[in-house]
């Protein structure tokens, strides 16, 4: 890959089909909720992420108190599934919001969806 890189601009490069959350900007894991992430899906081939969480300042995940979200791209259909949470923990949250954005040309975000999460299956066409 040949792309011009200059001094004020850094290149990041993203497999085809990789699934990147982002949550808040934040200076320790716990200084505010992460209720609202920003998932960002690179088109061009299927892809899988698994969403892992947990107590953050514990060791209680060691007694399996944790939970995962799996996200799962369909590249040929434009569909985003997330699955079910499993696990839990205290304080986990409830409910929250992803706002999905769809990188269609490598470059610049696309089309894009929020969805409110309740830890049941949803799927989203993008």
Do not use: C, H
């Not at 990041?12 to 900007?25: E, F, T």
């Not at 995940?61 to 569909?79: A, D, H, R, V």
């Amino acid at each position: 890959v040949n792309t011009d890189a200059p001094i004020n601009i850094v290149p990041l490069y993203v497999k085809a089909g990789s699934i990147v959350p982002i949550g808040p900007d934040v200076q320790y894991s716990t200084e505010k909720k992460w209720d609202n992430l920003t998932v960002r899906v690179y088109d061009g081939a299927d892809g899988e992420f698994v969403l892992y969480e947990d107590e953050n300042d514990n060791y209680n995940y060691e007694k399996g108190k944790f939970s995962t979200i799996t996200f799962k791209w369909n590249n040929q259909e434009k569909t985003l599934s997330v699955g079910d949470r499993t696990g839990s923990f205290k304080g986990m949250l409830g409910a929250r919001k992803f706002n999905v954005v769809l990188i269609a040309d490598g470059k610049s975000p696309g089309r894009s969806k929020s969805i409110t999460y309740n830890g049941k299956l949803i799927k989203m066409k993008l």
